[in-house]
C-alpha cells in the first residue's frame, strides 16, 4: 500500500525476473516523451532470490531503448542497491526482501529503471508512483 499520496500522480507495478548474472536488463522506460513529461519514484522494491548463493540487485536510471533522456548511474554506480540472501538449493525455496518507501534514498528515475543481479534466478518487483 502505498504511504503519501502524491497529488496528479497515479501507481504501478512493475517487475522482472533477471535469469542471467551481471546482464544489464531493462524493468521499466519512464514516460519521459514530449507531452507526458512523467517520472517514477519507488515506493516499494521486493527482491526475491531463487539462487543458492547471495545476490546483489543494482537499480539505475536508464532507458536502455534510447539515450534521450540522459541516464544517471550504471551497475558499477547504481543509484539503489539492495542485497538478498541465499535461496535454498536448486530454486526450491527463495529468500525475500522487501524495502518500504521509508527505507529507500530519495531517487526519481527520469528516463527508465534498468537493473543488474549478481545472481541468476532474481525476482524484482517494484511498485511506482507516476508523477
Request: hydrophobic residues 40%.
Amino acid at each position: 500500500m502505498l504511504e503519501e499520496h502524491i497529488f496528479f500522480s497515479y501507481p504501478v507495478i512493475k517487475q522482472k525476473r533477471i535469469n542471467s548474472a551481471s546482464t544489464t536488463v531493462m524493468i521499466t522506460r519512464a514516460p519521459w516523451q514530449a507531452g507526458v513529461n512523467k517520472y517514477y519514484k519507488i515506493h516499494k522494491i521486493v527482491v526475491s532470490n531463487f539462487d543458492g548463493s547471495p545476490a546483489t540487485l543494482h537499480l539505475w536510471d536508464q532507458d536502455l531503448s534510447s539515450t534521450t533522456p540522459a541516464g544517471r548511474g550504471s551497475a558499477s554506480a547504481a543509484l539503489i542497491t539492495v542485497g538478498v540472501g541465499a535461496g535454498g538449493a536448486s530454486g526450491v525455496a527463495c529468500t525475500t526482501k522487501t524495502i518500504t518507501e521509508q527505507e529507500l534514498p530519495k531517487e526519481r528515475f527520469f528516463a527508465g529503471i534498468s537493473a543488474q543481479a549478481t545472481s541468476i534466478n532474481v525476482h524484482v518487483m517494484l511498485e511506482l508512483r507516476v508523477i
